[in-house]
């Protein structure tokens, strides 16, 4: 039986331990959530600007809620009004110390962490940056050591190579660094647009990069914003400080998430369909476009018409080997269709799944151990077997899921359970890291009582 969770949240957020409605199929129209990895980057940069700025539907979930309470932090006023967010610099209701630090708390964001690692050090003030016991976990000494190079003052006030850190802003210099971003592409992401903000011009020289189409959405919006980063000669940029930075841009909007529209598409290729998504970019630079294209390799419909996105399923998933180096959020969405897929799905290329919210190739392969399915952890990925590929006689003995307070693992555990009966979230309020609203648009998607085809938005 379905449990009846309470919710904390207007947005229907559960609170309780949740299980998933096995048997049911996705049909419906959705519309897909603003993308957290652009709100992410409008909001640093109008805090690198300093400038006013309208931006209209950015995600509103935990993760951006602790940014804007930075920008307020650091002398922002913050308006909210429907689906817009108004931003003014030097308008801040809190009197701002001269010799104490501002106090910036990340909770679990990573993203906001590194970026502001590099933010920062550019901008005026003195800052302490913190977050939870788990971004604690989360190293960040290439980072730290980059910034260092260009002159950045950044001092760790606890253990060598970790946060909590001491942050001296207007002290990012400029020059010529090294940087490794083989465990996070947001770690240069955070030196392009600091860079901006520099006393000199600032050169990084990369000797690793992962994920790389999130520097594609940062160059984007880089220029947006009037500034000038230059590919030097690969693996090198070059980032030209902007003496006016968002000179002419008053408004933006954020686009569509394709990480989130990951789910229901997923939830379409696994049940059936078909599922409308409406909100996406087609042409959008986020990697997690290229989602599609794994549904589509492993037998699922994909269309566009209109603007809008349709996917179904055929009844039928086949397994792929991949690496998904360039979309690592993707891994625990695919590890959740691989026991449907007939075949041994091998997932490769994303050793630094192991340093996100959680370690997210362990947490995958924990959780679907104990549902029964055969899972390899491999160092950089894993091989999960088809086990339920064409079975209608499934296990159903009661597992309750951990997800290890990792939104991606708790919404991807939420796919199995639609056709794995037994299927319990321990925490499904976990999701409103980065979609606060998905267990209204996953059962909203999956209700018994709705026609397939009907608008669920």
């Keep these: 039986m ?4 309470s919710t904390s949240k207007a947005d229907g957020q559960a609170a309780e331990p949740r299980t998933i409605p096995a048997g049911r199929r996705a049909s419906g129209s959705l519309q897909v959530p603003p993308s957290k990895s652009v709100t992410h980057r409008y909001l640093n940069l109008a805090l690198l ?11 509103d979930a935990d993760d951006t809620r602790l940014f804007l309470a930075a920008l307020e932090g650091c002398g922002f006023a913050v308006e909210r009004a429907g689906e817009e967010v108004r931003l003014t610099p030097g308008c801040s209701r809190s009197p701002r110390s001269e010799t104490e630090p501002i106090e910036v708390f990340c909770g679990n964001a990573g993203t906001m962490f590194r970026f502001l690692v590099a933010t920062l050090a550019a901008i005026p003030g003195r800052f302490r940056l913190d977050g939870t016991p788990r971004l604690r976990e989360r190293p960040i000494a290439p980072l730290v050591d980059a910034v260092r190079r260009l002159g950045g003052e950044v001092e760790y006030l606890e253990r060598e190579g970790y ?6 802003g207007e002290t990012l210099r400029g020059g010529t660094t090294a940087l490794d971003a083989g465990s996070s592409s947001q770690y240069l992401s955070a030196l392009l647009m600091a860079g901006l903000r520099a006393k ?5 020289e990369l000797s690793a990069l992962t994920s790389e189409p999130y520097i594609e959405i ?3 919006l880089v220029r947006r914003f009037g500034g000038q980063i230059e590919r030097v000669t690969p693996p090198r940029f070059r980032v030209e400080p902007a003496a006016s930075l968002a000179a002419g841009l008053d408004r933006a909007r954020v686009e569509g998430d394709w990480s989130a529209a990951a789910y229901p598409a997923a939830m379409a290729a696994l049940t059936g369909g078909p599922v409308r998504l409406l909100g996406l970019e087609e042409g959008s630079e986020q990697g997690d476009r290229g989602f599609l294209d794994l549904l589509a390799a492993m037998g699922a419909e994909v269309s566009w018409h209109g603007g809008e996105l349709t996917v179904s399923g055929t009844g039928r998933l086949t397994a792929i080997s991949v690496d998904l180096g360039r979309m690592p959020d993707q891994v625990p969405t695919l590890a959740a269709l ?11 290329g994303v050793p630094h799944l192991r340093i996100k919210e959680s370690d997210r190739l362990h947490a ?8 029964g399915v055969p899972v390899t952890e491999l160092p950089d990925g894993l091989e999960i077997e088809g086990v339920w590929a064409g079975c209608r006689d499934l296990p159903s003995d009661p597992v309750t899921i951990d997800p290890f307070d990792d939104h991606r693992i708790a919404m991807s555990f939420a796919l199995v359970g639609l056709r794995r009966p037994g299927v319990t979230i321990a925490e499904p309020g976990v999701v409103a890291k980065s979609y606060p ?6 059962d909203a998607l999956t209700s018994e009582s709705k026609p397939p085809g009907r608008d669920s938005r």
């Design 364 to 371: 995958m392969a924990v959780g679907l151990a104990a549902l």
């Design 49 to 59: 600007a300093g400038a006013p700025l309208v931006l209209e539907r950015p995600l």
């Design 163 to 168: 946060g909590p850190l001491a942050i001296r």
């Design 338 to 348: 691989a026991p449907f897929a007939a075949g041994t799905t091998r997932i490769t």
């Design 218 to 220: 940062t160059l984007g």
């Design 2 to 5: 379905t449990a009846s969770p």
């Design 437 to 442: 609203e998905f267990w209204r648009d996953f």
């Design 200 to 204: 000199e011009p600032v050169t990084i």
